[in-house]
Antibody, heavy 121, light 110 residues
Framework: QVQLVQSGAEVKNPGASVRVSCKAS????????LHWVRQAPGQGLEWMGV????????TYAQKFQGRVTMTTDTSTSTVYMEVSSLRSDDTAVYYC??????????????WGQGTLVTVSS | QSVLTQPPSASGTPGQRVTISCSGS????????VNWYQQLPGTAPRLLIY???QRPSGVPDRFSGSKSGTSASLAISGLQSEDEADYHC???????????FGGGTKLTVL
């Protein structure tokens, strides 16, 4: 069965960086794009960007350009997202999500369990 | 501020039918498919409706989606206590070059 398993919770100081991992299993890793979406406490979902595991091509939301880096390791079927220059408003649960498509439309059919990142001094 | 607009809350009694709206613009809902996600307390979102009206396998037919112009709706009939959750709409946005979400609607089963 398809699974996306993320790394554990992190607590970081303002100005630091954090790297979150997302390990995929149960499907051909390079066949599906993986997205990152975050959810601040009590808020809605916010798209951060996408990585193509086959080749590593990325697209980042304009808000996060210059501060987010997504990478892939095909040997372990894992994608990583690093956020730098952390601020208190980066405190959120970060999710990876697999993109599927049907008849030319796209949707997220599997999600990781989420990783809580807390930014606090 | 979310790009898509949803009511923050909705409620109903067991057995009732409730609808949740999602309003967007010509650059997102007006041109692209709408997806709905259900998020039970403390868990990750789960795909509920895709391509405006399609249900993934395993989703009960009590859940249905519709779209007209730049708005979409999620309907839940025969409301059950386990439907108590947050519901998020989403669509691709051609101007922002990425998916956009609503702020989520918290559904309470009274």
């Amino acid at each position: 069965q398809v699974q996306l398993v993320q790394s554990g919770a992190e607590v970081k100081n303002p100005g630091a960086s954090v790297r979150v991992s997302c390990k995929a299993s149960g499907y051909t890793f390079t066949a599906y794009f993986l997205h990152w979406v975050r959810q601040a406490p009590g808020q809605g979902l916010e798209w951060m960007g996408v990585i193509n595991p086959s080749g590593g091509g990325t697209t980042y939301a304009q808000k996060f350009q210059g501060r987010v880096t997504m990478t892939t390791d095909t040997s372990t079927s894992t994608v990583y997202m690093e956020v730098s220059s952390l601020r208190s408003d980066d405190t959120a649960v970060y999710y990876c999500a697999r993109r599927s498509q049907s008849s030319g439309t796209y949707y997220f059919d599997y999600w990781g369990q989420g990783t809580l990142v807390t930014v606090s001094s | 501020q979310s790009v898509l607009t949803q009511p923050p809350s909705a409620s109903g009694t067991p057995g009732q039918r409730v609808t949740i709206s999602c309003s967007g613009s010509s650059s997102n809902i007006g041109r692209n498919a709408v997806n709905w996600y259900q998020q039970l307390p403390g868990t990750a979102p789960r795909l509920l409706i895709y391509s405006d009206i399609q249900r993934p396998s395993g989703v009960p037919d009590r859940f249905s989606g519709s779209k007209s112009g730049t708005s979409a709706s999620l309907a839940i009939s025969g409301l059950q206590s386990e439907d108590e959750a947050d519901y998020h709409c989403a669509a691709w946005d051609d101007s922002l070059h990425g998916p956009v979400f609503g702020g989520g609607t918290k559904l309470t089963v009274l």
